[in-house]
């Protein structure tokens, strides 16, 4: 069964930049039609979609936060990752790592939660 985990810092401070990681095991982030992602859901507020990356290396973009995101991947470790600029404390969420293809179903990681304060 694929899982995913993600990891990140837990707390940046405004203006810096957010990384997360998020690393796929029983599953090939490579594997033919697969897609990966990162959403979020800040407190109280429902779930965003942030940006994903393709299996061929296509990368999309929510354009309310293109300018700002850059998704990548490391095919050697079976990760991909996410990178959020000049944060906010509006970037406080909890962050979700989602991959899968539509054929065999999508599984969830189990989510960071990252603050952003001074």
């Known amino acids: 069964q694929v899982q995913l985990q993600e990891s990140g810092p837990g707390l940046v401070k405004p203006s810096q930049m957010l990384s997360l990681t998020c690393t796929v095991s029983?599953?090939?982030?490579?594997?033919?039609?697969?897609?990966w992602n990162w959403v979020r859901q800040p407190p109280g507020k429902g779930l965003e979609w942030m940006g994903a990356i393709y299996f061929n290396g296509s990368t999309y973009y929510s354009p309310s936060l293109e300018s700002r995101t850059s998704v990548s991947r490391d095919t050697t470790k079976g990760q991909f990752s996410l990178r959020l600029s000049s944060v906010t404390p509006e970037d406080t969420a909890v962050y979700y790592c989602?991959?899968?293809?539509?054929?065999?179903?999508?599984?969830w990681g189990r989510g960071t939660q990252d603050t952003v304060s001074s």
């Open positions: 989602i991959g899968g293809t539509f054929a065999s179903g999508y599984y």
């Open positions: 029983g599953g090939s982030i490579t594997s033919d039609y697969s897609f």
